[in-house]
Structure formats: structure tokens, C-alpha cells
């Protein structure tokens, strides 16, 4: 088993053939992800192990305290483990296989014991040796080889996540919670780096790298990976993550010590970044992550809330989304988390779906984030990736990059990059910056290759307009929504059906009550004092001016000496009332025209240009009688409509595909009716 997908195939077999029947299928990741782990933990010490064995005993025999320097100097690693144990040795004796197991784990360094702790794999052992399964499980993983001569880090952290992916994909888990594609990554962090080159390249550089969604890590190991093999090898990238998942906590953590890192393990904190700050006093130089998307945040409500209210103080300064999707929450964390521009600034690369690009009315939270963001010039570029890249959803998804120290000819500018660009080969629709897979993962069954990646990150590069790429300034984002009112006409008449609609009215139906006693006999016959009196007023008549209808309705009421209070009267008046085109306006007391709700619109005018200009233009010409309500105003500006933020690729990149000839339609629905003559001849001879 040398190659990655065989090592996953050959763990994931195990699950089946071992903890079939005993677990149920949702218990299976508690038990090959920790195994995994500590298979590759085994496989990482075997070099060394003897050398540690000797090394503390021979302490031991001394008796000498504070051994843990020594002993990782003995390993060469960040941890140890001092049991006689290991994969092997544990199957030596199957009797005490689980007593082993348990001094096996507890002669870990107590860093790694720390992060095994996470796994909660104590409870997870006793249920294995219940039930005999214990020396097969150890058995089969003693089997596949997961030395990092074999299996380099990177490709230790693709199989953590392709094991995670499959896991999550038996169990139906939420398609937001997914793996970001290493290749997607990389170009991540080329967008996040690559303008940087020349800061990175000083000698001895220090900087640091966060991601509040880590995962297992790949995104944070990738930027390092990078920075140090292709920018500058000196330089002192310094790690920093959160992550709410203990068993993917677990396992970035673990392969961090793995590669010697233990200071950027010890920078990985548990638990949620929106509820729980892990680092709530640090600003970083780069971020990026990749946040789930559609999830809701009802469990952290309450604290996210709370840190709104603190405004520019706290986290969440532009508001929350709808409680159905935290991404923009995550944006937010992590714009919080930036360097000031005299320190140096930050730059931030995030991962999101459509919905933030244009989710939400004008005003709502969402667009509020969008124009907080645009309005201080810290968006720089979206690059719209490929679809079907996801191991997990095959929806479409965005880079998002965003900086607070633009360079002065980008400033109050945004790129647009159009990496689902699509192109025609023969009769077949392909993708510009992507290639089919041999074989799908999941939903995944794109891929991005270097080359695609160095193509979207010279686009990104370049930042001028072309066949894949448009320049916006921020402003043309944004929109002025104002609210078009009509007037209101209505017509006026005493007919059977009208009146018909007055006895079905909440207000009139009051005065009967359900129960009879005097008083509310009294209320009903209050009901048919009413009708008398507007059975006098002629029903073929037709009232086109309210004022008039309203003159001859008191004028009955009073002769019938009855008083309408002004629940009553409206309840009359919008039963015996019809909306009617050729109807007189109807005034208020001030002689202004009453809109009708029910002719309501709203445009959305450019911020580019003036409100009365567009409706001048836009509005007046087909609805000569309309006019814009004056008293709905943006809560910020105060000036009329509110102002809303969006960004439509399909509207940018849209291109018109003309339909195919009918001619060819036709052939093509001809060879199909053939064939379909042809199977049905078969099957009868």
C-alpha cells in the first residue's frame, strides 16, 4: 500500500470488517480516527524508540526529574513516548492487550497525551475489549505503514481529512461542514501571499498565519509549507488556529507535533472562535479560512450578540447575518483580528458560497456587513472558483481577499475574477480553470492544477480588466432601494355583494358577541340598524370620490340617529370600497394623495447617481402619478432609500448563449427515436 487513495481505502475497511455489527456506524470515527492517529504517532517514534527507552531509564536510575527536554532530544521530536510498547509488542501479548494499550498511551510526552485526551479514547477502549475486538483492530492497523517516509505530512493530512470526508458523508452531516481541497488551498494562499513576496524574503522574517476554522490544519500548514519552500526558507511563520471539533482539534494539533512544531500547537485552541475567543488579545499579518457555510448560530446567539452591542469594541462592529448562517460572523472575527495599517496591516483570504456575495435587502444584516466592508475599501478581489471542487457539496464558492493596507492603485477598487468561466469544445460545455478527475471524491469531481492555480493567481496579479476578469470601483456595488408610492383610487357603492363583505368584517361581526344576553341582543340589533341605514342610499349608484361617498354615508347614519365608532367606520368604508383605475385620487385630512399598498414597488437606484434622475427617467414615463415615499430614509446617511449593498457575478460575466438550430435539435431527437426503435426490436425478437 504505497499510494494515498490505498491507505484510505485499506483504514476505511477496517471500520467495516472490525466494528461491523458492534457499533452502530455513527460511533465509527471515535475509533479509526484516534487508531489512526496513534498509528502514525508509532510509526513517527520507530526510529527512536529504543534510544528514548534507554535514555529514561538511564535517568530513571539517576534520579533525575524535568526529563521531558532530554527525552525529546532522544526522540527527535517534540514528543516521546517511554512505555515498552508498540504496535507490534502490544500484540505479543493479547491476554493484557488493553491493559498495554492504556500504559502505552500514558507513556506519551504529556503534550501528546494532552491531545489524545481529546479523542476521549479511554471509554472508546473499554467497549473494544468488551467486545474482542481490541487485539483485531490493533492487528489490522499494525498492518499499513504510515511512516513519514512513506507517507509525508502532507499526504498524512489528506488521508485525516479524505477518512473525516467519508465519515461525514455516511452520516448525511450538515454539506457545510467539509474539507477545503489542498489544491484550493494553495491557491488561497498564493492569493494571500503573492503580492507579498518581497516582505517575505527578508532575512529572518517573523510572521504570523490564523485561521479561526482550522479543521485539521491544511490550510495553515499549506501557507507555511509555501512561504518556506517557495518564497524565503528562513523565514519564522508562526501558526495560530481554533477549532471547535475536539477529534479534528486532535488531529491538527497531533501533526503539528508531528513536524516538530510545538509552539504552533500549543496555538491551536479548542472550542468556537465566534463564542469563545481563543486568542482575544492577538492580531495577526495573514488569515484565511474556510467557515462552514449555511450553519446557524442559535447555541452561540447570546454571546454573538452581546459582542455586537459593543459596536466598534467588540467582534461583530457591522451587525450579525440571519441566525440561519455564521459566515459573515467569521468574516467579521477575523477583520477583527487585524494588524493596524501603521503596524503593518493584514491581508485575509476566506472561503464562502453565494450567500454573502448577495443575501439580504437593503438593510438587512447582511448587506449592512457588505456596505461596512465596501465602505472602508477593504474588499481588494473575489475570485469565483470552478464548481464541483468540494469533497461534500458541488455548490458554487468564492475567494473572498481582503486587505486594510491596499496598494494606492487598487484603492477604492475591486477584481473580480471569473474562475467558473465555462468554454465550448465540440458539443460539450468544459471548465476554463479546471479538469475533470480520473476519479470523483464525493461530490468532488473537479480538480485545479498548477497550472490553473498560477493562471487565477496572475489574474488576481494583475488586476485589470479582461476576458475572465472586471474592475468595479466599491460604490458600484451599492444601490439606493426607495419606495415608490402610487395613489390611491377607489370606487364606492351599496351593493348586496358589498355588503355581503361588511358582515364578514372583524369589527362588525363585534357588535353580535356569541353570547345572547340583553346586551349583546342589543349589539346584534345594532348590526341591523346599520344595514337599514345603508339600505338607503341607492345601490346602483357608484361613488368615485371617497369625500362624497363619506358625505352620504354620514348622512344616513346620522338620520338613523346611530354614531360609527372609528373601527366601524373603516370596516364600512373598506368592505363597500373597491380599488378603481378611473376612480379620483383619494386625499388625506392635508389634501396629499394616500398611496395604495397594494401598487407599491421599490427601485434600486446606482449610488452613482441621484434619486430624482433616475426616477425621472426610470419611473415617471410609465407611471406618471407615482411618487417617492420622503419618509423612508437610510438610518446612516438620512437621505431617502435605504442603501444596500450586492455582488452579482452572473450579472458581471453573463453571456448571452444563443439556442441551438432547431435543425440539429431535430436530428438529435431523430438519432434518439432510432435508437429507442432499435432496443424495442431486440427485445421483441
Same mark, same amino acid.
Given at each position: 500500500?504505497? @499510494?494515498?487513495?490505498?491507505?484510505?481505502?485499506?483504514?476505511?475497511?477496517?471500520?467495516?470488517?472490525?466494528?461491523?455489527?458492534?457499533?452502530?456506524?455513527?460511533?465509527? &470515527?471515535?475509533?479509526?480516527?484516534?487508531?489512526?492517529?496513534?498509528?502514525?504517532?508509532?510509526?513517527?517514534?520507530?526510529?527512536?524508540?529504543?534510544?528514548?527507552?534507554?535514555?529514561?531509564?538511564?535517568?530513571?536510575?539517576?534520579?533525575?526529574?524535568?526529563?521531558? *527536554?532530554?527525552?525529546?532530544?532522544?526522540?527527535?521530536?517534540?514528543?516521546?513516548?517511554?512505555? &515498552?510498547?508498540?504496535?507490534?509488542?502490544?500484540?505479543?501479548?493479547?491476554? @493484557?492487550?488493553?491493559?498495554?494499550?492504556?500504559?502505552?498511551?500514558?507513556?506519551?510526552?504529556?503534550?501528546?497525551?494532552?491531545?489524545?485526551?481529546?479523542?476521549?479514547?479511554?471509554?472508546?477502549?473499554?467497549?473494544?475489549?468488551?467486545? *474482542?475486538?481490541?487485539?483485531?483492530?490493533?492487528? #489490522?492497523?499494525?498492518?499499513?505503514? =504510515?511512516?513519514?517516509?512513506?507517507?509525508?505530512?502532507?499526504?498524512?493530512?489528506?488521508?485525516?481529512?479524505?477518512?473525516?470526508?467519508?465519515?461525514?458523508?455516511?452520516?448525511?452531516?450538515?454539506?457545510?461542514?467539509?474539507?477545503?481541497?489542498?489544491?484550493?488551498?494553495?491557491?488561497?494562499?498564493?492569493?494571500?501571499?503573492?503580492?507579498?513576496?518581497?516582505?517575505?524574503?527578508?532575512?529572518?522574517?517573523?510572521?504570523?498565519?490564523?485561521?479561526?476554522?482550522?479543521?485539521?490544519?491544511?490550510?495553515?500548514?499549506?501557507? %507555511?509549507?509555501?512561504?518556506?519552500?517557495?518564497?524565503?526558507?528562513?523565514?519564522?511563520?508562526?501558526?495560530?488556529?481554533?477549532?471547535? @471539533?475536539?477529534?479534528?482539534?486532535? +488531529?491538527?494539533?497531533?501533526?503539528?507535533?508531528?513536524?516538530?512544531?510545538?509552539?504552533?500547537?500549543?496555538?491551536? #485552541? &479548542?472550542?468556537?472562535?465566534?463564542?469563545?475567543?481563543?486568542?482575544?488579545?492577538?492580531?495577526?499579518?495573514?488569515?484565511?479560512?474556510?467557515?462552514?457555510?449555511?450553519?446557524?448560530?442559535?447555541?452561540?446567539?447570546?454571546?454573538?450578540?452581546?459582542?455586537?452591542?459593543? *459596536?466598534?469594541?467588540?467582534?461583530? $462592529?457591522?451587525?450579525?447575518?440571519?441566525?440561519?448562517?455564521?459566515?459573515?460572523?467569521?468574516?467579521?472575527?477575523?477583520?477583527?483580528?487585524?494588524?493596524?495599517?501603521?503596524?503593518?496591516?493584514?491581508?485575509?483570504?476566506?472561503?464562502?458560497?453565494?450567500?454573502?456575495?448577495?443575501?439580504?435587502?437593503?438593510?438587512?444584516?447582511?448587506?449592512?456587513?457588505?456596505?461596512?466592508?465596501?465602505?472602508?475599501?477593504?474588499?481588494?478581489?473575489?475570485?469565483?472558483?470552478?464548481?464541483?471542487?468540494?469533497?461534500?457539496?458541488?455548490?458554487?464558492?468564492?475567494?473572498?481577499?481582503?486587505?486594510?493596507?491596499?496598494?494606492?492603485?487598487?484603492?477604492? %477598487?475591486? =477584481?473580480?475574477?471569473?474562475?467558473?468561466?465555462?468554454?465550448?469544445?465540440?458539443?460539450?460545455?468544459?471548465?476554463?480553470?479546471?479538469? %475533470?478527475?480520473?476519479?470523483?471524491?464525493?461530490?468532488?469531481?473537479?480538480?485545479?492544477?498548477?497550472?490553473?492555480?498560477?493562471?487565477?493567481?496572475?489574474?488576481?496579479?494583475?488586476?485589470?480588466?479582461?476576458?475572465?476578469?472586471?474592475?468595479?470601483?466599491?460604490?458600484?456595488?451599492?444601490?439606493?432601494?426607495?419606495?415608490?408610492?402610487?395613489?390611491?383610487?377607489?370606487?364606492?357603492?351599496?351593493?348586496?355583494?358589498?355588503?355581503?363583505?361588511?358582515?364578514?368584517?372583524?369589527?362588525?361581526?363585534?357588535?353580535?358577541?356569541?353570547?345572547?344576553?340583553?346586551?349583546?341582543?342589543?349589539?346584534?340589533?345594532?348590526?341591523?340598524?346599520?344595514?337599514?341605514?345603508?339600505?338607503?342610499? $341607492?345601490?346602483?349608484?357608484?361613488?368615485?370620490?371617497?369625500?362624497?361617498?363619506?358625505?352620504?354615508?354620514?348622512?344616513?347614519?346620522?338620520?338613523?340617529?346611530?354614531?360609527?365608532?372609528?373601527?366601524?367606520?373603516?370596516?364600512?368604508?373598506?368592505?363597500?370600497?373597491?380599488?378603481?383605475?378611473?376612480?379620483?385620487?383619494?386625499?388625506?385630512?392635508?389634501?396629499?394623495?394616500?398611496?395604495?399598498?397594494?401598487?407599491?414597488?421599490?427601485?434600486?437606484?446606482?449610488?452613482?447617481?441621484?434619486?430624482?434622475?433616475?426616477?425621472?427617467?426610470?419611473?415617471?414615463?410609465?407611471?406618471?402619478? $407615482?411618487?417617492?415615499?420622503?419618509?423612508?430614509?437610510?438610518?446612516?446617511?438620512?437621505?431617502?432609500?435605504?442603501? *444596500?449593498?450586492? +455582488?452579482?457575478?452572473?450579472?458581471?460575466?453573463?453571456?448571452?448563449?444563443?439556442?441551438?438550430?432547431?435543425?440539429? +435539435?431535430?436530428?438529435?431527437?431523430?438519432?434518439?427515436?432510432?435508437?429507442? $426503435?432499435?432496443?424495442?426490436?431486440?427485445?421483441?425478437?
Amino acid at each position: 500500500m504505497s @499510494n494515498f487513495q490505498d491507505k484510505v481505502s485499506f483504514i476505511w475497511s477496517v471500520a467495516d470488517e472490525v466494528l461491523r455489527d458492534d457499533f452502530k456506524r455513527g460511533k465509527y &470515527p471515535d475509533v479509526i480516527l484516534p487508531f489512526t492517529v496513534l498509528r502514525r504517532l508509532d510509526c513517527v517514534l520507530q526510529p527512536t524508540r529504543d534510544k528514548v527507552r534507554e535514555r529514561y531509564a538511564a535517568l530513571q536510575g539517576k534520579g533525575l526529574s524535568n526529563l521531558d *527536554g532530554q527525552l525529546r532530544k532522544a526522540a527527535g521530536h517534540s514528543f516521546y513516548n517511554t512505555s &515498552p510498547y508498540d504496535f507490534p509488542r502490544l500484540l505479543q501479548d493479547g491476554k @493484557n492487550i488493553g491493559t498495554n494499550l492504556r500504559t502505552y498511551i500514558n507513556g506519551f510526552s504529556e503534550n501528546m497525551r494532552e491531545v489524545i485526551e481529546k479523542f476521549k479514547l479511554r471509554s472508546t477502549i473499554d467497549t473494544l475489549e468488551e467486545k *474482542g475486538l481490541l487485539f483485531q483492530l490493533i492487528q #489490522k492497523f499494525s498492518a499499513v505503514d =504510515l511512516h513519514p517516509d512513506t507517507v509525508s505530512n502532507h499526504t498524512m493530512g489528506t488521508i485525516f481529512e479524505e477518512l473525516i470526508r467519508k465519515f461525514n458523508e455516511q452520516m448525511n452531516e450538515n454539506p457545510g461542514e467539509h474539507f477545503t481541497p489542498r489544491e484550493v488551498i494553495r491557491l488561497m494562499v498564493r492569493l494571500l501571499l503573492d503580492g507579498d513576496a518581497a516582505m517575505l524574503q527578508q532575512q529572518s522574517v517573523i510572521r504570523t498565519v490564523y485561521d479561526p476554522c482550522a479543521g485539521s490544519g491544511g490550510m495553515l500548514s499549506t501557507a %507555511k509549507e509555501y512561504v518556506l519552500g517557495t518564497i524565503n526558507a528562513t523565514a519564522d511563520l508562526r501558526l495560530f488556529g481554533q477549532e471547535v @471539533n475536539d477529534e479534528t482539534f486532535a +488531529i491538527c494539533t497531533s501533526d503539528m507535533l508531528i513536524k516538530g512544531d510545538d509552539r504552533d500547537a500549543e496555538n491551536i #485552541k &479548542p472550542e468556537s472562535s465566534l463564542s469563545r475567543d481563543g486568542h482575544p488579545h492577538a492580531t495577526f499579518d495573514y488569515m484565511l479560512s474556510n467557515p462552514p457555510y449555511g450553519k446557524d448560530w442559535k447555541k452561540e446567539q447570546k454571546v454573538v450578540e452581546d459582542e455586537a452591542e459593543r *459596536g466598534d469594541l467588540g467582534r461583530f $462592529a457591522a451587525g450579525t447575518p440571519r441566525i440561519s448562517d455564521g459566515q459573515l460572523l467569521f468574516l467579521q472575527h477575523m477583520i477583527s483580528k487585524r494588524k493596524p495599517p501603521e503596524e503593518g496591516g493584514s491581508r485575509i483570504a476566506i472561503v464562502h458560497n453565494g450567500s454573502p456575495l448577495f443575501t439580504g435587502d437593503a438593510g438587512s444584516g447582511e448587506s449592512e456587513i457588505r456596505r461596512w466592508i465596501l465602505e472602508h475599501d477593504w474588499l481588494e478581489a473575489i475570485v469565483a472558483l470552478p464548481g464541483q471542487l468540494f469533497y461534500n457539496t458541488g455548490i458554487t464558492t468564492y475567494i473572498w481577499v481582503l486587505s486594510n493596507r491596499k496598494p494606492p492603485q487598487r484603492a477604492g %477598487k475591486v =477584481l473580480l475574477v471569473n474562475g467558473a468561466a465555462t468554454r465550448m469544445e465540440g458539443d460539450k460545455e468544459v471548465e476554463v480553470f479546471a479538469r %475533470k478527475m480520473r476519479r470523483s471524491l464525493g461530490d468532488k469531481r473537479n480538480e485545479l492544477s498548477d497550472e490553473h492555480i498560477a493562471a487565477l493567481a496572475a489574474l488576481a496579479a494583475a488586476f485589470a480588466d479582461g476576458p475572465y476578469t472586471k474592475v468595479f470601483a466599491t460604490t458600484d456595488f451599492g444601490y439606493r432601494k426607495i419606495t415608490v408610492e402610487r395613489p390611491l383610487r377607489l370606487n364606492f357603492q351599496v351593493s348586496p355583494e358589498r355588503l355581503a363583505r361588511l358582515r364578514e368584517e372583524k369589527a362588525f361581526l363585534a357588535l353580535a358577541g356569541k353570547r345572547k344576553d340583553a346586551a349583546e341582543r342589543a349589539r346584534s340589533s345594532e348590526q341591523a340598524a346599520i344595514l337599514a341605514a345603508l339600505g338607503t342610499l $341607492a345601490p346602483a349608484q357608484v361613488w368615485k370620490r371617497r369625500d362624497a361617498f363619506e358625505q352620504a354615508l354620514d348622512a344616513a347614519i346620522k338620520k338613523a340617529g346611530l354614531k360609527l365608532a372609528a373601527p366601524l367606520r373603516k370596516a364600512v368604508l373598506s368592505a363597500l370600497g373597491e380599488r378603481d383605475e378611473t376612480a379620483e385620487i383619494c386625499r388625506d385630512a392635508r389634501g396629499n394623495p394616500e398611496p395604495d399598498p397594494e401598487l407599491r414597488d421599490f427601485e434600486n437606484v446606482p449610488l452613482s447617481e441621484g434619486v430624482d434622475a433616475y426616477f425621472a427617467r426610470e419611473v415617471l414615463p410609465h407611471v406618471p402619478d $407615482a411618487w417617492v415615499n420622503q419618509d423612508v430614509r437610510d438610518p446612516q446617511d438620512g437621505q431617502v432609500g435605504k442603501v *444596500g449593498y450586492e +455582488i452579482s457575478f452572473t450579472r458581471y460575466f453573463y453571456q448571452y448563449q444563443p439556442p441551438r438550430p432547431l435543425a440539429a +435539435i431535430d436530428a438529435e431527437i431523430k438519432a434518439l427515436e432510432d435508437e429507442i $426503435a432499435a432496443m424495442l426490436q431486440e427485445v421483441t425478437q
